[in-house]
């Protein structure tokens, strides 16, 4: 019997988790879950991954002792999505997160690094951050040398939004403490 409107079949959490441990994926498969679809992540490129270095290293001295840094690992948000974010600050946990994977509640700032993932990044990933109440969230955008802020989710958007460029700089919302020169990081 021929079904005259199909429907995708959303995966959750748990059955993600499960197909993972199955070995149903190629180890080298770069795959996130947003909104219960498994998506192929373009692989990243030097540059993509020179700026997640550079920004590791940037902030490493600037939070030691105020957040813990995560890079490139899973995010919990809800039952239908675990995106791997480039690089996150999350709230000080004495485990480091080894009994967990960190929950939107956990983080203080998201950012996500983009040239060919950019309206991927600037769309679904913002709207699905936002919904989630990701209180910061920066797109490092490497094709235009700028970063876009994003503050004050409010359903799936955010309500304030700011490009910053080389020469602009800007304190984090959730450790106003740290002041971030935007030429630093791109």
Known sequence: MAIANPRKHLTDIDEWRRLGEAGIFPPDSRLELINGEILEMSPIG??????????????????????????????????????????????????????????????????????????????????????????????????????EIYRKPAGDLYAEKRTLTSGDSIALSELPEITIDIGDII
């Open 46 to 147: 030097c540059n993509h991954a020179g700026h997640v270095i550079r920004l590791m290293n940037f902030f490493a001295i600037r939070v030691a002792g105020k957040a813990i840094m995560n890079a490139q690992n899973p995010l919990r948000l809800g039952d239908l999505s675990e995106p791997e974010p480039d690089f996150m600050l999350l709230k000080p946990t004495p485990d480091f997160y080894s009994t967990r994977h960190p929950v939107a509640n956990d983080v203080l700032l998201l950012i996500e690094v983009a040239d060919s993932s950019l309206e991927f990044d600037r769309n679904q990933k913002m709207h699905l951050y936002a919904m989630h109440r990701i209180p910061e969230y920066w797109l490092v955008n490497l094709n235009e040398a700028s970063v």
